[in-house]
């Protein structure tokens, strides 16, 4: 990518009507570990990859160890009990918005005694994203969100992104090499609508595997799930429940020659 | 467009009068996907391309799943019964823009009982416009927006652009290869003001399929149609009802060489 | 002009003791079309080119067909029942101005039961304008006004620039090859005060008419007209009316070899 | 005058103990028409040249047709019935700081039931102008200003200039070509304090002629007298009482070679 | 590391997507003497070295003489009677920091009358050292936090780091040649879960004392020790107990060749 | 005085641990006319040189007329009945200072009934001048001020400067070429304690008159003398009690080669 | 010291983790003439050089006569009964902070009707310290502070830096050559604890000696003694008391070859 003068700061346009600042804050996101997320009509689905791959560049000396040490590196938020969010990108960038969106619930909860819609939620997280790229101190936030929830309108799958993209999905993955689980999911697109929720959740895990190096595979340690749908409150699953389900997985043979699209992991 | 020292901050003007960042705003508005407005006497009628050309080019990755995998890419909101816009550039800008004319409405109900004249939407659009271009701290909204309304002086199209001008037309067209379309107004601008609503339509259609490259055709998957107007509230059409104004477009030869105009898709 | 180091900040002074942005933002006002305002014992009368030549620099696919797709530009706005004005520059930055005014104006029929003098509303005008020269975060606003007016002591043309200049004139124009106007007007200023109101148009029509091209005319469609005086309100003509007026001036012959001064049309 | 990189900030010291913007902001003063202010025992008269040679550099198109177009260009203001400023320099600056001195003198009067003494006048002034030399985010004000008053401390020559300095003399002159008018009243200061109101006024005008290129002259239509004294409240001459004064001015031959010192007309 | 344009404020994404100011702080702590921290199934313990090598690289001066001259230079504080925290980088702003999670425990107590949560501590310090990475005008925290605590959901290890990063550990070292300490602790991890109180002190000790060069060692004057557990509140250990702990390490043979990782001392 | 990159910001230090902002402004303190204090046990005194050569090299052409046209140009002021201020360096920055001083002294009386102790005036001093050295926004004062005091603890000079150095002095002196008044002042400081008033005005002015060239005196016309002690409030001698004191002075031959020390007249 | 990118604004890290801004006000305090605080189990005990060699670094002029026509130069506040502080460097910087630390100690008082504990103004001090080096528009304090106080505690010394440490200590020396002290203080550490007061005295000013080039010594005129302890409230030595002191040093012969450490004069 090429260098400019007016990369510098975020309220300012570069000649061609692009806003720099913004694009650089979406490579964050593209670094993030892979995060899917799909619906069918009664459920959606969240799947991630726990290892954060994009912080370990800045703090390279916890890579190897993390794994083994940490309790556990959470990918997925509950942000209400119709609705959970996956993250790709900064991870404390992406927290930040969680606990945001968790706010906004919990106000519309105390205001209306229901649960707040899904479309309210994503045009209260398009506002704060957007304030972001047009005022003077502040960043773009440097992180992707897929939201799944479920109301009265049925089950949703929101994407953001730093340019206050907020975009209504069937299914969609964001983060490094997440254009070989979009290959995936346009392939399969069809078949969601009617997926039973054990179906929606192994098309989610299978476009996820499709963006690991051919080395890798999915595990109960660095894979997280979250489902929501009708009559069944978000439910981030544990790991004896997500080994049942890459169980299913493995029975499906990996073909695909390897990861594909987003971007590289950083090098320093 | 040459470079120069006066073109960093909105503030600033150049020795030769101009306002750079504005007119760089401006190139925001012109990627965007086109979009194009009539009038008759009786109806205002908005028709887009929903694909958004502008932020795929800094969301690469999206492209070529986002017709598939998304449920629907708005690019024109209802705004109140008697009103609707359609968009041109940054999406996020032009929701937050979309945002303001709702509360816009709604505040004016609120306050008189009825709903706002258009032409004090249009004035209400341009302070808030202005005020981007003029003050240290924020950057000029990059976008264009088409107002459709219709109250008791009857159908408006009104046009704004990044440098606050704000526009009441008998037909107009922004966004990438717009130029095409607007040659297809002046050439017929005399025959809308006693148009049918169905012609009207028709009209809008040919004029944006004039923007599109000789290679590609409307659908109703990639194109919106909003109309408002005498006794009959703003409406969205849904895809049925946007595919049989297609089947009338498509008994239009299409003549013109290709599309001309406007921006060509921006390179990285 | 010559480039210095000294010209990015409004609050800096040049070791000339200018202020370049203040001199930048005129040059916007002089590419603005042009507009003219004389004033007889009784009645001032403001007329003007509905052409603005300043943004279609900038959005310059708008150029041909805004003629006739555009229902009305307007280029004079009344201001109270006793004055109007006419804008020369950054079209958007004029209407901010004149909203201003109109602001005042209600202000003083508010707290003193009656139209505010002319006298007051160029002082308001003159803080207004000068806040922007001084302080940090704005820039100088880029457009000239005239102000035609009638109150006890008489007709008022007053004029503003972006320098803060506020000025009685009997007669004067700014805007894009103005100087070939003025030049009219210096000749004929002793005519003025004693016009009847038709004659006072036509004076002023023929001074406007000097700032065209050769090749170019005036037309009810390119030329807006607004008078007040003593016991007549500030009344903006119709087509007719303004056909009417247009009429007595074709019967004087166009001797100037062609116009002059101000600035030429921008280059991009 | 060299360039040098502590100038582009008024907070900002030289490593030579200047302050560059203020000097610059001199440069402004010394730009303007000239003015000349003396007292007698009794009367403080300023007068002034109507043509502002500043402004006119930056709206050059004016130049010519300023002297018969425009109805009056103002340099001298009533303050208050005991005092009146003239300004050299920017003019919009120098209306800024005529309207603040009017506000203090009125505030007064609501306080005190009296006439501000012009010694508080004064140091409001100072204060006012401090605060623009030392404070980020405003400009020095660009003029100078001469204040006339009368009250029980007797007659009150006050001359301020952009450094904020605030002096009270017998007689001085600032802006374009002031050192002719200084030299003038040098050499008859020893007259002034008993002069009659009309022998202060001849002097005045005497100085302030010698301010003029030997082709020029003074006039009813250039010059502004304004005088104020015991039982005589502050009055800004009307064009017949100017050329009375004027007449007996001309019976004093013009002597010196030509006008000296304070900046030549800037050049563009 | 290599320098760039991208790197003089936080606010500023640089095009590959990272904000290095954030990198930069990393530094700061990396520099810091070590720190280590484990937890068993009732127990948290922090060790760490109280000299603090990172601003002797500043105060050059004070080096050799602080260990004899200081009374104590503390690297562990009580945070409340269940929690304590270790820091490693700038001191003074981990003392900010451990004061602010006082006052986030004094709160809870006054609002809840019971200890903080630990999670929710940890949430209170996410958010406050995420808003040092995204707005002007400060930077962000140049230091790294462990936290010990137990609560109702047992004991906790919370490393902080200045990228805003809150993780749950069973283990983790953080500081200079803090890799050689993970690599212990990695070999060691199974062991630490049924640990007594006793033995997770050694563990913590001897993985800090693979930090040392090998001609260092620990000793009462060197080592700091706190520990929180069931039953037990935070405990800062005086020098007579430490002595009894490093006895039981000194039975170990240190193995390894010298310590790896982290940041060499800087160099001025 | 060499240049460089730490110069442009008071709030910067260099990496000498400098503060060049201060630095110069101490320059301009340096290049004002200079003033001398010296103080008995019962006494102060404070004199100095009327002509401010400081901004007359700024606001150069006033600098022949203004000793002859100008009433008086003050450089001394009385604080309170008990203390009074003598000014060197930017004149309008000195009387902000001193009415600074006023206020404080008012606020004292309303509050306590009585003066303020000397004491509590210089620490206010202090206080309002260091924030100048510290904060964003804001330059240095630049001028020095010598208090003159007297109160239950005795006579008081107190010697202020740029960087918000406040000192208690027996004698001191400031401004340009005040280092030969200094040397004065170090070989007779011994006579001051035991001096008359009298005895103490002819030492101060025989110190101030050493800071002239050869070739200029004292006068009644450029000296001015301000004097405070026990039962006598702050006097500033009017032009004919000077006169007595320099006749005195006058029968002191001079003897110095001529005024050493301190800045030389600044060049344009 | 090399020079680079990341030193002009202190929120901006280097890429090595530095604060150059906190270093360069470091420098400012190592410049300080020297102060030394040490304590006994019952006393604390600081003593300095009064003469400031960091402002006449830039008061140049001051040098020679401040010594002799200064009545004093305070280096030693007293803070409250119970401590006092010395100073090394900016003492402007130095004094404000003196009168932060009072302020606490009376607020302290008005609360609890006691002298505040000295670890407590210890904490105040260090958040006041630290903010300067975190948030955009101040500089850190550019000094250096020792604290001398007395609680029920024990005695205290505590060292206070520009860095924001804030370190209690048994005994230690900031300031221009303070290493040579610090070495006495390191040699002799055994010895404080059981000390006399007068014996603690003795050795703080053997420490301060060793800070001398070898042609000075300390006197009277240039040392100030402080001290406080159990049963004696904080005691400012006056100059007879200091001059008893100065006899028994004068029988400790002076060994060191000469001052070492710190920094040298700084040359202009």
Redesign the interface.
């Known amino acids: 990518?090429f260098?400019n003068?007016?990369?510098?700061?975020?309220?300012?346009?570069?000649?061609?009507?692009?806003?720099?600042?913004?694009?650089?804050?979406?490579?964050?996101?593209?670094?993030g570990s892979a995060t899917v997320g799909i619906k069918s009509e009664t459920h959606a689905v969240i799947v991630a990859l726990k290892v954060d791959d994009f912080?370990f560049?800045?703090?390279l000396?916890?890579q190897?160890?993390?794994n083994?040490?940490?309790?556990?590196?959470k990918k997925i938020y509950e942000i209400d009990t119709h609705s959970g969010v996956s993250i790709a990108g900064?991870?404390?960038?992406g927290?930040?918005l969680a606990?945001f969106l968790q706010t906004e619930c919990s106000s519309w909860r105390w205001d209306y005694k229901q649960p707040v819609p899904i479309k309210k939620l994503a045009?209260s997280m398009?506002?704060k994203?957007?304030a972001n790229?047009?005022?003077?101190?502040?960043?773009?936030?440097?992180v992707g969100i897929l939201i799944a929830g479920y109301d009265k309108d049925g089950a949703h799958i929101i994407q953001t992104?730093p340019?206050?993209?907020?975009?209504?999905?069937?299914?969609?993955s964001i983060g490094a090499r997440?254009?070989s689980a979009?290959?995936y999911?346009?392939r399969n697109?069809d078949k969601f609508e009617k997926s039973s929720p054990e179906e929606l959740i192994v098309h989610a895990l299978l476009a996820l595997r499709d963006t690991l190096p051919a080395e890798e595979n999915l595990s109960a340690q660095n894979t997280s799930i979250g489902i929501v749908g009708k009559d069944s409150p978000f439910n981030l699953l544990d790991d004896a429940q997500v080994a049942v389900h890459l169980n299913q997985v493995s029975t499906h043979p990996r073909t695909t020659a390897g990861a594909q699209?987003?971007?590289e992991p950083?090098q320093?």
């Open positions: 990518m260098r003068q007016y990369d510098s700061d975020v309220t300012v346009w570069s000649p061609q009507g692009r806003l720099h600042q913004v694009e650089y804050a979406v490579e964050a996101m593209k670094q912080f560049s800045i703090t000396f916890f190897r160890a993390q083994e040490l940490s309790s556990h590196q900064l991870l404390s960038d927290r930040i606990r045009e398009q506002l994203l957007q790229t047009q005022y003077y101190g502040r960043r773009p936030f440097g992104d340019s206050a993209e907020v975009v209504s999905m069937h299914g969609t997440s254009q979009r290959t999911l346009e697109v699209g987003g971007a950083m320093m």
